[in-house]
C-alpha cells in the first residue's frame, strides 16, 4: 500500500526526556492544503522540525510517497520537496536580501532562476526594492516575508510555515493567504501551524485541531470558528467584534 | 613521587587566583586573557621598586598594586568599549605588549629579566588572599550583584534596559581582575629571586585561560578546583611538561564540547535546588508609591532616523499623557520598532528631541531611559533561561524588588504558580506575562510593548487585552501590534505609521476610517471609507 | 635613503606570509565564525616533521608534509573539537576561540615533544634558490617577492570565490546563522570542513615558502608566525578583505621599518599590537568591520 504524499504515523518525538510529540498521525496528499490550530505549546513547531529533518523521530513512521524517510538529517528533506520555515525571522542578516533567497535555492544544489526570482517579488514587492540591502536591517515583518520568499524559491513540494503570519500587518497576512492558495493551486502541498484563523480560512483546505502532542479530527478549513470542539480550544469564548 | 617544594605550593597558590582573576570576567561574558600580563606589570614594577629604588618589602607589595590598579584604569576605558571576541582579543594585545616591552627595553634586563629580587615566603600572604577571594566569590553568587553579572553575560542589551549599566560594570570587573592580578605578581616576584618575560608570555595566558575555561564563571568553588587540580598536576609533572600541557589542552577542549559553562555550570546545576528558590527573597520595604506624574509624559518632536540611507520614521512628533493605552499601528517596516527604540534608547534618532518626564533623554542610552521609568517588553520574549522566573523578575530592579512587591505585581500580572518555574519550560503566554511583570516591578511611567499578542490564541489574547487595559489605569502604555482586535479594545488612542511618516493619530475607530490606513495596512479598499 | 627603499622592499617580502596566514584564519572565520588561534602551532608541527621529512625522503617527502599536514591537522580540529563544540554552546565566538587555544596548547606540546624543544634546520643543500638581485644598488631578496605575488594572487582569487560563487555563499550562510542554515537544507557539516581544508591548504602553502626562506623551525616558532596575522585579520574587521590586505601590508612594511629604530625584535610585536589596540580603542570593530545585522529591538 504506498499512497503519493506525505504520510506520518503515531510518531513521537522531543527534546530530552520528554516526549513533546505523543504518537501524531497525519496524512497529507500532494498539493493538499493543511492547517494545524491549537494552543501554544502544543507540539506544532516540535512536528515542524521533525518532518523537517531537524530533530529525529523516535518512533512511529514518515513515508514520502510511501518511502521512509525519517532518516537523514535537513538537507535531504530539503532535496525530498520537504522545506521548512521555522517561527521568527529566520534570515542571514549579514547576507544581502538577493543573496537570502539565492541560498534557499543554492541548498537543493542548484542555481536560482529568473522565474522563481520574479514570482517572489510579484508576491513582496518591498524586497525587490531592498535586494541588496542586508537582511538583517530589514524590520521584523520584512524579515518574516524573506523567510518564507526563500522557502518559496526551493522549489518545495511541501512547504511547511510555522506562524508565518507573526508580525505581518493584516493586509500582508491577505497576501500572504492568496500566495498559499495560488500555491497550492500549483500543485504545492501547503503545511501550516497557525494562530491567526483568518490566515487559515483564507489557505483552505483541512483544519486539523492539535493538542498535548496529538493531532485530533480534521475539519474544513472553512468550519474552524463554527467547529464546537476546534472553536472551544483555540477561541474561548468569542472576541467582541471590531 | 616527593612532597611538594615550597616553589610548588606557591605556584598552585598563585595558578588559583589567576584563574579566579580570569573566571570572573568570563562572568561578564569576556575572556580577558590580561591578568597574566598584570602578574607581569606587577612583578616588575616589585622588582625594580625593591632591587632599584631598595624600597621596603610590604610597601613595594603595595606601591606595585596601585600601579597596576592605575594601569588597569587607564586600559578600562579602551578595553570597556570593545565588545565579545574582539575584547579577548585586546586583551591578548595587552600580554603581547607588556611582554614585548618588557624583553626590549634594558632597564627592565631584556629578555633576562631582573635578578636579585629579594625573596620570602610568601605562602600565608598567599593563602590569606586566596581565602579572601573565595569567600568574596561565594558572596557573589548569592548577591544581587552576582545576578546583575549574570545577566550581563546572558544578554547585554536586555541587561541596559533593565537599567543597569553594562559599560561600567564591565570596567569594573576588568579593573578588579587585574589589580587582583598585579597583587599577585608582586608577590610572584617577592617568592622566587628573579623576574623574566617569559613567565608572562602568550604561552602562559593561553595556560592559565585553559585553567580558567575548564572551571567556567558561574559557581564559587570551581575555579579553587579547577585551577588548583591542573597546577598540581603540573607542578608534581614538571619533568613531563608536555605531556601535562597535553593533558590540559585536550581537558580545555572536552569541557568546552561537553560541558560549555564549565565546572561551575555543573556545580551549580547540582545546588540550584536548594539554592534557588523563591523564598529566597529577601524581606525589604514597601516599593514606594509612584510618584505624581506629569501631564504628559511622553514627547518626540521632529524624530527621524534611517539606517544606510533608509528612512525608517521621517519627522515623528507627538505628545502622549500619563495614564492609558496608546496604540501604533502601520505596514511592516513602516519604521514602528524603530520608533519603540527611540523611545526606549535603544535606536539614537538622527535629528529630533525626545522627551520622558520632563527630561530630554535625545541621545542617552538605554540605561537612562530605563531609570526614567520607560520599560519595554520585546517582540520575542527575552528573559534569561538560566535564571529562574522569580530571578528574571527581580534582575536589576535594585530597591523595588521587595518581596512583598514581587507577590504583588505577580498577583496583578497572574503568573504566581511560576515563578519557581524555569522560563523555558513555559507557554508563550505566560512568558509574555513574565516580562511584563518584570517591566512593572520597575514602577514604570512609561511601558513600551511590542507586538505583545502575536503568536497567542484569540482567548489568550482576549485575556491580555483585559490586562493591558488595567495597566494603563495608572500609567501610559504604548502598544504596537498587529492584531485589530486587541487595539480596538484596549486602545484609547491610536497612531498610524505608514512608511515612516505619522498618518493618523486619533481615536482607534478614526484611524481605522482613515484612506491611507485602510489601503496601506487593513487591505480594505480606500473607496469602501467613505 | 637606500636602506629606506631596501627595508621597504623587505617589508613587502614579509607580507606575504602574513597575507597568506591571514587569508588561512579569514577563510576559517568566513565559514564557521571561528579565529583560529592553533593556527600557529599547526604551522610549527608541520614544519618540523617537513624538515624531518625533507631528510628522509627528499623534495616529495618535504612538500607531500607541508602541503597535506595542516589540512589534516585543520579538518580534524574541525571534526573533533569544534564541530561539537558548535553544536552544544551557543557563544559560538569566543568558545570556539577557546577551543583553539586549547588545541594551540596540545600541538605545541607535541611538537616540543618531538624535537626536545630543539630547533630543527632543513638539511644544507636542500632547494637553495637563487636569493638575490640587485637594481640601482638595491639589493632586493627574489623569495620574499615570489612569496608576495602567491599570497597576492590567492587572496584575489578567494576573495572572488567567496563573494561570487555557490560555495562562497554557502560559507557566509554558515557563519552568519548555522541553525538556519541547517534548515534550509545546506549540508553544513560538509561546507565546514571544505572550508577548514582549504584554510589548512593555505597554512600548507605558507610552510612551504616559508621555509624555503627561514630554512628551520622550532616548537614554539607557532606565536611569531601567527601573531601578526592575526592582529591584521582583527584590525581589518574580522572578515573584510580589503581591509586585512592593507593592513598586512602596513604591518609587513612596518616591521621592516623598524630596524631603522632600535635593533631589539621585541618591539616589532609591540608595535603592531600597539596599532591593533589602537584600532579597537577608536573602532570597536576594526577597520572595515560592522556591526553584526540583526536589529536587536
Known amino acids: 500500500m504506498t499512497a503519493d504524499g506525505l504520510v506520518i504515523d503515531g510518531l513521537t518525538a522531543g527534546y530530552n526526556r520528554v516526549d513533546v510529540l505523543q504518537g501524531c498521525t497525519l496524512s497529507v496528499a500532494p498539493g493538499e492544503a493543511v492547517s494545524l490550530v491549537g494552543p501554544n505549546g502544543a507540539g506544532k513547531s516540535t512536528l515542524f522540525r521533525v518532518i523537517g529533518g531537524l530533530l529525529p523521530v523516535r518512533s512511529g513512521s514518515l513515508l514520502l510517497d510511501g518511502h521512509d524517510v525519517s532518516g537523514g538529517g535537513a538537507h535531504r528533506r530539503a532535496r525530498n520537496g520537504i522545506v521548512h520555515v521555522p517561527e521568527g525571522r529566520c534570515v542571514f542578516g549579514d547576507l544581502d536580501v538577493a543573496e537570502n533567497l539565492e541560498l534557499g535555492s543554492i541548498a537543493l544544489g542548484y542555481d536560482l532562476r529568473r522565474g522563481d526570482l520574479d514570482r517572489v517579488f510579484e508576491l513582496f514587492p518591498v524586497l525587490a526594492a531592498k535586494r541588496s540591502q542586508a537582511a538583517g536591517t530589514l524590520s521584523g515583518g520584512e524579515q518574516r516575508m524573506l523567510a518564507i520568499a526563500r522557502g518559496l524559491v526551493g522549489r518545495p513540494r511541501f512547504l511547511l510555515l510555522d506562524e508565518p503570519s507573526l508580525g505581518l500587518a493584516p493586509l500582508l497576512v491577505q497576501q500572504l493567504g492568496e500566495a498559499c492558495r495560488s500555491l497550492s493551486a500549483d500543485g504545492i502541498s501547503v503545511i501550516l501551524a497557525e494562530q491567526n484563523l483568518g490566515l487559515v480560512e483564507r489557505l483552505g483546505g483541512t483544519a486539523y485541531l492539535m493538542t498535548w502532542g496529538r493531532i485530533g479530527r480534521g475539519a474544513p478549513a472553512s468550519a474552524v470558528r463554527t467547529d464546537d470542539e476546534i472553536a472551544e480550544a483555540v477561541l474561548g469564548t468569542q472576541l467582541t467584534e471590531s | ?530 | 635613503m637606500g636602506t629606506f627603499i631596501e627595508q621597504v622592499v623587505n617589508g613587502l617580502g614579509l607580507t606575504g606570509p602574513i597575507l597568506l596566514v591571514a587569508m588561512s584564519l579569514l577563510t576559517a572565520l568566513a565559514a564557521t565564525r571561528v579565529l583560529n588561534v592553533a593556527v600557529g602551532a599547526a604551522y610549527a608541527l608541520s614544519a618540523i616533521l617537513a624538515i624531518r621529512a625533507a631528510a628522509a625522503w627528499g623534495i616529495a617527502g618535504f612538500l607531500l608534509t607541508a602541503l597535506v599536514l595542516p589540512i589534516i591537522l585543520l579538518v580534524a580540529m574541525e571534526l573533533v573539537a569544534l564541530r561539537w563544540q558548535r553544536l552544544r554552546s551557543d557563544d559560538v565566538e569566543i568558545g570556539g576561540f577557546a577551543a583553539t587555544l586549547g588545541v594551540s596548547i596540545v600541538l605545541t606540546a607535541v611538537a616540543a615533544l618531538l624535537t626536545q624543544s630543539q630547533p630543527v634546520e632543513l638539511p644544507s643543500e636542500f632547494l637553495r634558490v637563487q636569493q638575490h638581485v640587485t637594481i640601482g644598488g638595491v639589493t632586493i631578496q627574489l623569495l620574499p617577492i615570489v612569496v608576495l605575488v602567491v599570497a597576492v594572487v590567492i587572496t584575489v582569487v578567494w576573495a572572488w570565490v567567496l563573494r561570487h560563487t555557490r560555495s562562497g555563499k554557502q560559507y557566509r550562510a554558515l557563519a552568519s546563522d548555522h541553525e538556519l542554515a541547517t534548515t534550509i537544507g545546506i549540508r553544513t557539516g560538509n561546507v565546514a570542513v571544505t572550508a577548514w581544508a582549504i584554510s589548512g591548504l593555505f597554512v600548507g602553502i605558507a610552510t612551504v615558502l616559508l621555509l624555503l626562506q627561514t630554512r628551520s623551525s622550532s616548537a614554539d616558532a607557532g606565536s611569531d608566525v601567527l601573531l601578526t596575522p592575526f592582529a591584521a585579520v582583527i584590525a581589518g574587521g574580522m572578515g573584510n578583505i580589503r581591509a586585512t590586505v592593507l593592513v598586512s601590508f602596513f604591518f609587513g612594511i612596518a616591521e621592516s621599518l623598524l630596524v631603522l629604530v632600535t635593533s631589539s625584535a621585541a618591539f616589532q610585536q609591540v608595535l603592531v599590537f600597539a596599532v591593533l589596540f589602537g584600532v579597537l580603542a577608536i573602532r570597536p570593530d576594526g577597520l572595515g568591520g560592522r556591526r553584526r545585522g540583526t536589529r536587536a529591538y
Not at chain 2, 587566583?17 to 561578564?28: A, F, Q
Not at chain 2, 526614567?372 to 522569580?390: C, E, S
Open chain 2, 1 to 530: 613521587m616527593g612532597a611538594l617544594t615550597r616553589a610548588d605550593v606557591i605556584t598552585i597558590l598563585i595558578d588559583i587566583l589567576l584563574t579566579y582573576s580570569i573566571s570572573l570576567t568570563l562572568r561578564v561574558g569576556l575572556l580577558s586573557i590580561a591578568p597574566v600580563a598584570f602578574q607581569g606589570i606587577g612583578a616588575y614594577a616589585f622588582a625594580l621598586l625593591t632591587v632599584k629604588a631598595r624600597f621596603g618589602i610590604p610597601l613595594s607589595v603595595l606601591l606595585a598594586t596601585l600601579v597596576c590598579l592605575a594601569v588597569a584604569i587607564l586600559l578600562s576605558f579602551p578595553l570597556g568599549r570593545v565588545r565579545g571576541l574582539y575584547a579577548s582579543i585586546a586583551t591578548l594585545a595587552v600580554v603581547v605588549i607588556a611582554t614585548g616591552l618588557e624583553s626590549g627595553f634594558s632597564f627592565t634586563g631584556g629578555s633576562l629579566g631582573i635578578a636579585g629580587v629579594p625573596a620570602g615566603d610568601t605562602r600565608p600572604a598567599l593563602a590569606v588572599v586566596v581565602v579572601v577571594v573565595v569567600a568574596g566569590w561565594y558572596w557573589l553568587d548569592r548577591s544581587e550583584l552576582g545576578r546583575r553579572l549574570d545577566a550581563i553575560r546572558i544578554d547585554p542589551s536586555l541587561s541596559s534596559t533593565l537599567s543597569i549599566n553594562v559599560g561600567l560594570t564591565k570596567s569594573a570587573v576588568l579593573v578588579f581582575s587585574n589589580t587582583l592580578a598585579g597583587l599577585v605578581g608582586a608577590l610572584y616576584a617577592h617568592s622566587f629571586f628573579f623576574v623574566s618575560p617569559d613567565s608572562f608570555n602568550f604561552f602562559v595566558a593561553v595556560q592559565i585561560s585553559a585553567f580558567a575555561i575548564v572551571a567556567g564563571a558561574t559557581h564559587w568553588a570551581a575555579p579553587l578546583i579547577a585551577g588548583g587540580v591542573l597546577a598540581l598536576l603540573s607542578a608534581v609533572g614538571q619533568n613531563y611538561a608536555n605531556y601535562t600541557s597535553i593533558a590540559t589542552g585536550v581537558l580545555m577542549v572536552l569541557v568546552l564540547v561537553l560541558w560549555p559553562a564549565g565546572l561551575g555550570g555543573g556545580l551549580r546545576r547540582l545546588t540550584a535546588r536548594w539554592r534557588t528558590s523563591a523564598r529566597g527573597l529577601r524581606r525589604k520595604g514597601e516599593a514606594p508609591v509612584a510618584a505624581a506624574v506629569d501631564e504628559q509624559v511622553v514627547v518626540t518632536r521632529n524624530v527621524s532616523k534611517a539606517f544606510g540611507g533608509v528612512h525608517a520614521v521621517v519627522d515623528i512628533g507627538f505628545a502622549l499623557p500619563a495614564r492609558g493605552v496608546v496604540g501604533v499601528i502601520g505596514p511592516n517596516g513602516s519604521g514602528k520598532s524603530t520608533l519603540l527604540g527611540t523611545i526606549s534608547g535603544l535606536v539614537v534618532p538622527d535629528t529630533g528631541t525626545v522627551m520622558v518626564a520632563g527630561r530630554d533623554l535625545t541621545g542617552q542610552d538605554a540605561r537612562t531611559y530605563a531609570e526614567t521609568g520607560v520599560a519595554r517588553t520585546f517582540q520575542q520574549p527575552r528573559l534569561i533561561q538560566a535564571m529562574k522566573v522569580w530571578e528574571n523578575l527581580i534582575v536589576g530592579a535594585g530597591e523595588h524588588a521587595g518581596a512583598a512587591a514581587v507577590r504583588k505585581v505577580a498577583e496583578e500580572v497572574g503568573i504566581t504558580d511560576v515563578l519557581d518555574a524555569w522560563p523555558g519550560e513555559l507557554p508563550a503566554s505566560v512568558t509574555r506575562r513574565i516580562e511584563v511583570a518584570r517591566a512593572l516591578l520597575r514602577q514604570p511611567k512609561v511601558l513600551l510593548m511590542d507586538e505583545p499578542a502575536a503568536g497567542l490564541t484569540e482567548a489568550e489574547a482576549r485575556a491580555f487585552a483585559e490586562l493591558v487595559t488595567a495597566i494603563g489605569r495608572d500609567r501610559l502604555v504604548i502598544l504596537v501590534e498587529h492584531n485589530m482586535n486587541v487595539i480596538s479594545a484596549v486602545a484609547t488612542r491610536v497612531i498610524a505609521l505608514v512608511e515612516g511618516r505619522l498618518v493618523a493619530d486619533d481615536r482607534p475607530e478614526a484611524v481605522q476610517a482613515v484612506p491611507t490606513v485602510r489601503t496601506a495596512y487593513l487591505g480594505v479598499p480606500a473607496e469602501a471609507a467613505s
